[in-house]
């Protein structure tokens, strides 16, 4: 490592210079993470996190302001990208492209950790095939109210109707307080089929666990259950991969298991400290993925079974909109999530009786996509409220337009 100024330093990896702008910056204040230190984390796990993430093409969620602020999405790949960042063009439905970073060394890894990238937000393509996924994606997120142990009774049934169905899934925790279960697949199939096979998945694990886990799409009627997130599949979607260090304050990672820890692990022991002397000891517990390719086509021929999935009616009004069969009331728009959290507590100290009655499933806080940033949509479903005392759609505490001044 070469040291030119306090605000700068450069890493010698894989025969590269990598620039590290502020080294010295602190990004976790907790564990006293700097910037040079996840640039050391990510290189030290660099078998690990490529393969998950090298490879393929990914979005850049960068961190520029530290933790207490909100990221922002950057899909086209920076001007002026070091040589040995590849790059590869995506495609969307919308008519847009955007020409993405494609990572394939420990080089890579340190010069979009210096960007301030955090995780790692790879698609499920190869960059030498863009339309035909290599990798299902099985994201268990449990509802307000869900403990860990009803999400690893769930991940077990993941494993049993895939095995059931040919195909093999690799454990991780993804950093947060669900886990995501990968199935490596022949890229044969287009987005469609791979979104097909993991709503049918996730339809079939919802049949043999009712109460535990759900593939029902609209939030507010999955109850305190474990949603079985098969959208996460889509073309546009991306998924922290392995060994991506999450924006939390303990600094979290996203860490693949064994299926004989599953029930006795925690997401809150995997940090990039512990992750660190758990690699070095034992490597990467996902190294016989890509030897374990499944095919779809059992999935899909479920799905022929069982026919399309329950679609929810229309609002009537010939808009096309969904109407919900929940009393839902919109309490907030707002840029940032504690934001979110201010505006969902004045609500309850507002309507304290109606309070009283919500289950931990009823306060629905939703991050969204906006244009290249998150915001956060507060719903309260009045489901356990009686009806003479719901409280009315009232005018929102915060409005926030993401897409303001933009055409």
Known sequence: MATSSKSETFLEVDGHEVRISHPDKIVFPEPGLTKLDLAHYYVAVADGALRGAGGRPMVLKRFVKGLSQEPFFQKRVPDGHPDYIDTATLHYASGTSAEEAVLRNAAGLAWVSNLGCLDLNPHAVRAEDLEHPDELRVDLDPMPGVDWSQIVDVAFVVRDVLDDHGLVGWPKTSGSRGLHILVRIAPRWSFTDVRLAAETLAREIENRAPGLATARWWKEERGESVFVDFNQNAKDRTVASAYSVRPLPDARVSTPLDWNEVRTRRPDEFTVPTVLHRFAERGDLHEGIDDAIGSLDALLALADRLGPAEKPPPTGDGAGRRASTMPLIEVARTKTKPEALAALERWKAEHPDAAADLHPADELV??????????????????????????????????????AGRA
């Open 366 to 403: 939703d991050g969204m996509r906006g244009s290249s940033s998150q915001w956060y949509r507060v719903r309260i479903n009045l489901q356990h409220v009686a009806e003479a005392e719901r409280p009315e759609q009232e005018a929102l505490i915060a409005d926030y337009d993401p897409w």
